[in-house]
Nanobody, 124 residues
C-alpha cells in the first residue's frame, strides 16, 4: 500500500507559479513511477506529468511542456510539480498517483494509488 498526500495548491494570478508536493508513505517509494494528473469540473481526469523510479526519465503532456517540471526526492519520499507561467486553463484539482509498473504511462488506470488532490485556481 502507498498513501499519498498532496499539498501546495491555491489561488494564483495568470503568469504566476505554484509548487505542488506529494508526500508518500507505505511501500518503498523509490520503486514506484510517480505521476501528476488533473481534473477540471465536468472534464475527465487528464495526465500532466510522470517521472521514473530514480528520476532519470520524465514525460509531460503537451499542454504543460516548457512550463511544468516534475521531480522527486526519494530520501524524502516526495514528488514535486513546479508550475510556472500558469494559465486559467490550468485550473483543476491536481492529484498525484503511484504506479508499481516501470512505464511512464499517461493512463489513469495504470496507476495503483492516488492522493485526494489539491485545488489549483488560476485567475485571469
Amino acid at each position: 500500500q502507498v498513501q499519498l498526500v498532496e499539498s501546495g495548491g491555491g489561488l494564483v494570478q495568470a503568469g504566476g507559479s505554484l509548487r505542488l508536493s506529494c508526500a508518500a508513505s507505505g511501500r518503498t517509494f523509490s520503486s514506484t513511477v510517480m505521476g501528476w494528473f488533473r481534473q477540471a469540473p465536468g472534464k475527465e481526469r487528464e495526465f500532466v506529468a510522470a517521472i521514473s523510479w530514480l528520476g532519470g526519465y520524465t514525460n509531460y503532456a503537451d499542454s504543460v511542456k516548457g512550463r511544468f517540471t516534475i521531480s522527486r526526492d526519494n530520501a524524502k519520499n516526495t514528488v514535486y510539480l513546479q508550475m510556472n507561467s500558469l494559465k486559467p486553463e490550468d485550473t483543476a484539482v491536481y492529484h498525484c498517483a503511484a504506479s508499481v509498473g516501470v512505464r511512464l504511462t499517461t493512463t489513469p488506470g495504470s496507476y495503483n494509488y492516488w492522493g485526494q488532490g489539491t485545488q489549483v485556481t488560476v485567475s485571469s
